[in-house]
Nanobody, 125 residues
Framework: EVQLVESGGGLVQAGGSLRLSCAAS????????IAWFRQAPGKDREGVGC????????YYGDSVKGRFTISTDNAKNTVHLQMNSLREEDTAVYYC??????????????????WGQGTQVTVSS
């Protein structure tokens, strides 16, 4: 069974950093691509970025490009989302999703077949 569990959320001041983790089970990262999404209260879900199972290429949404980085720890079967220079508008519940098509076309923004439960990130001023 494919499962995802996020962790690492919390409260951080604007300008600070936070690293989220997405522990995967039931598959490896050379089998399924992974993406991060976020949803703030009253707003639509937003694609943060994805990492391709084919060649580990990464793609990011415009609002986080240059500040967020996705990486994999294959030994721990975990995907990380490193978030730097955080802003109040980054406040949201962050989710990881698996089994999607990660490429520069942006199709990954439609979501994945499997989702984690989410972790709250709150950025204060």
């Amino acid at each position: 069974e494919v499962q995802l569990v996020e962790s690492g959320g919390g409260l951080v001041q604007a300008g600070g950093s936070l690293r989220l983790s997405c522990a995967a089970s039931g598959f490896t990262f050379d089998e399924l691509s992974i993406a991060w999404f976020r949803q703030a209260p009253g707003k639509d879900r937003e694609g943060v970025g994805c990492i391709s199972s084919r060649d580990s290429s990464t793609y990011y949404g415009d609002s986080v490009k240059g500040r967020f980085t996705i990486s994999t720890d294959n030994a721990k079967n975990t995907v990380h989302l490193q978030m730097n220079s955080l802003r109040e508008e980054d406040t949201a519940v962050y989710y990881c999703a698996a089994d999607l098509f990660c490429s520069g076309t942006g199709y990954w923004r439609r979501g994945g077949r499997v989702w984690g439960q989410g972790t709250q990130v709150t950025v204060s001023s």
